[in-house]
């Protein structure tokens, strides 16, 4: 059985739904200060593996299973979707796949190949095939240890993010499953959406912190280029997180794009 843990702030706006997809070891609880700017109803699934949400898969393809089935349950059509480092390799991924209801997407900080590969420049920073595996054996075996380091990779500065300290952040991370995080890493760290980038008829919105510690921000750049229907932009002071380092340039930028009132 599946049962997804739902954040919702859609009460007092009418319209489509702005879909909320958090990162890796995060859950959806973390949207909050983005939701509360954007006027529109905003919904954030704890993705499978995190949170509270039961039942799906800790992979991407469980990541599009649940929101496949949100979409359809609730009948929702018109949605923009924010996408926010694993969530937009969920987003990216449920809309290669032919997925319906989304009329936009916004990825925050991410490519869409996160290893490195021949003649690819935007990877993950500092990572291989070798240190990727050696990183998910690490996680089953000292998960309070990784989460420190993730925590402390997340933002552009030591403290943290205006909406969200590293330290808060550890905690969020160090109370997730360490198995089920092992087994979500294993799984986006083998994707390569690149070549379906190019297949996505759904406008894109890359967006990209300048100081980011993770990706570059010129992989906004590449997808601006290489998706059919996309525009780049990088959020100046931001590391990986941009929605917790800085909410209002982040909200701003989501309203711009889906022309949110």
């Known amino acids: 059985m599946t049962e997804t843990k739902l954040h919702d702030w859609g009460a007092k706006h009418p319209g489509a739904p702005v879909i909320l997809l958090h990162g890796w070891t995060m859950t959806g609880a973390i949207w909050d200060p983005v939701a509360r700017l954007l006027n529109a109803p905003c919904l954030a699934p704890d993705l499978p593996g995190h949170g509270e949400t039961e039942g799906y898969a800790p992979t991407v393809a469980g990541g599009v299973a649940q929101l496949s089935d949100l979409i359809s349950d609730r009948g929702i059509e018109g949605a923009t979707l924010v996408g926010w480092s694993l969530g937009a390799l969920i987003g990216w991924s449920y809309l290669a796949q ?46 309070p240890s990784a989460a420190r380091a993730i925590s402390q990779q997340m933002f552009a500065r030591p403290e943290g993010g205006s909406a969200l300290s590293s330290l808060a952040a550890e905690k969020i991370i160090r109370a997730q499953d360490p198995d089920a995080m092992a087994s979500f890493w294993e799984s986006l760290v083998a994707v390569d959406l690149r070549a379906a980038l190019g297949r996505i008829e759904t406008p894109l919105l890359a967006l990209h912190g300048a100081e980011s510690r993770v990706y570059r921000p ?42 949110l009132p």
């Open 98 to 143: 032919g997925g319906t209801g989304v009329a936009r997407m916004v990825s925050l900080d991410m490519s869409p190949c996160p290893l490195p590969a021949p003649g690819w420049h935007f990877p993950m920073r500092g990572q291989s095939s070798g240190k990727a595996l050696r990183g998910g054996q690490r996680f089953r075996q000292d998960w």
């Open 218 to 259: 010129a992989t906004g750049d590449w997808i601006a280029h290489h998706a059919r229907h996309a525009e780049a932009r990088v959020l100046e002071g931001c590391g990986h997180a941009p929605n917790l380092e800085d909410p209002d340039s982040t909200a701003a930028a989501i309203a711009n794009f889906a022309r």
